[in-house]
């Protein structure tokens, strides 16, 4: 690339992260870019210093050497230029094209902040307003079709405060144009500039309708999706509302059979979906086989104590003490005797030791 612009690497110089490589220039003579006339007289020269894509994790520079001519058409308005670098880097640049193509394939995939991280992961230092630059610097690659059916809607930059107006190329399924506000006069401008609109899908904003009217009245303005399914769902709301009391009455004249109730039933059993009426059988099957073998499956505290009324003996887990090999209830101990005893004794007196009779 530095051969094709009339460069021949002179040095390259590593310092820390960054290498500098130094190209100077071999260009003789160079046409001026206003009268496209040849000099071979050399004014000066300057550095273009140049980052290019980082190499084994490295900073790379091209300081390269640009010379300016004198042009020697006397009637010219340019008196100095320089020569043409465009192949290696854009007008006013200080990235490489292919450094720049780099960050238009990011910014073009991730968007501007998410690409701007990944660059500087990447050692390519940007932020995300370079990124959106360079996608706007980049020409379009191919020429889009002329749309044909559109949708116009407003949408919130700020809710409740500020709103613009999208455009949507309904056949392609991608956004071709978006405005600062919801006038009708940017829409009708824009309008006028695309006369192969046949078809406009709208809300029912009045003022994209006049927008349309007066630009392309020979297209066809239809409601979309969402607000014609609005509008059938006011008026059947409507229509219930005002025929609220003759639709009550004709309730109360319907009799609702036995045989009706139970078709309903076996419709709503059958409109369950195979799994799930699946995992419902599964269930049961398991419910109720726990409850039949709980015995038998798991034994615990009821079947000793079926055990021990079959025998006529306490179980260990009753409460019950053996005493003189009869059995009888838990005793009180010396503490409880103790307690009922000062309970009489004070039963009569107050907190302060008085009696209250």
């Known amino acids: 690339m530095l051969a094709r612009v009339g460069k021949r690497v002179v040095s390259s110089d590593a310092r820390g992260e960054t290498v500098t490589v130094e190209a100077c220039s071999t260009v003789r003579a160079a046409p001026c870019p206003a009268c496209h006339r040849w000099s071979h007289r050399i004014h000066g020269s300057y550095v273009r210093r140049l980052e ?6 490295q900073r790379v520079v091209l300081a390269v050497e640009v010379r300016r001519f004198k042009c020697a058409n006397a009637g010219c308005p340019r008196r100095t230029f320089a020569e043409n670098i465009h192949a290696l880097a854009g007008r006013h640049q200080r990235r490489t094209r292919s450094q720049a193509r780099a960050l238009h394939a990011l910014g073009h995939a991730l968007g501007g902040e998410a690409a701007a991280r990944l660059a500087n992961a990447l050692g390519l230092r940007t932020s995300a307003d370079t990124v959106l630059r360079e996608l706007r610097r980049a020409p379009e690659r191919k ?31 991608e956004p071709i144009e978006v405005f600062a506000g919801r006038e009708g006069t940017a829409v009708a401008a824009w309008m006028r500039a695309h006369p192969s609109i046949e078809i406009v899908a709208r809300d029912r904003a009045g003022a994209y309708s006049e927008a349309v009217d007066i630009a392309l009245p020979a297209a066809t303005q239809v409601s979309d999706r969402w607000h014609l399914l609005c509008n ?7 229509l219930l509302c005002r025929l609220g009391s003759q639709l009550r009455q004709a309730a109360q004249q319907v009799e609702v059979r036995g045989v009706t109730l139970d078709r309903q039933r076996e419709r ?22 726990v409850r039949a073998g709980y015995g038998a499956t798991r034994p615990g505290r009821h079947d000793e104590r079926n055990r021990a009324r079959a025998l006529n003996r306490p179980s260990n887990r009753a409460q019950l003490h053996h005493r003189g090999g009869v059995p009888r209830a838990r005793t009180q101990g010396a503490g409880s005797d103790a307690f009922r005893s000062l309970s009489q004794r004070y039963r009569g007196t107050n907190r302060a030791g008085l009696s209250l009779s």
Do not use: C, F
């Open 232 to 238: 059938l769902r006011d008026n059947v709301e409507r």
């Open 52 to 57: 290019e894509r980082p190499m084994l994790d």
């Open 268 to 289: 709503s059993r059958n409109s369950l979906w195979s799994w799930q009426r699946l995992s419902d059988q599964r269930r049961a099957s398991r419910v109720g086989a």
């Open 143 to 173: 020429r889009k079709p002329r749309p044909r059916v559109v949708g116009i809607d407003d949408w919130a930059i700020a809710r409740g405060h500020q709103y613009g107006t999208i455009i949507v190329d309904l056949e392609r399924r």
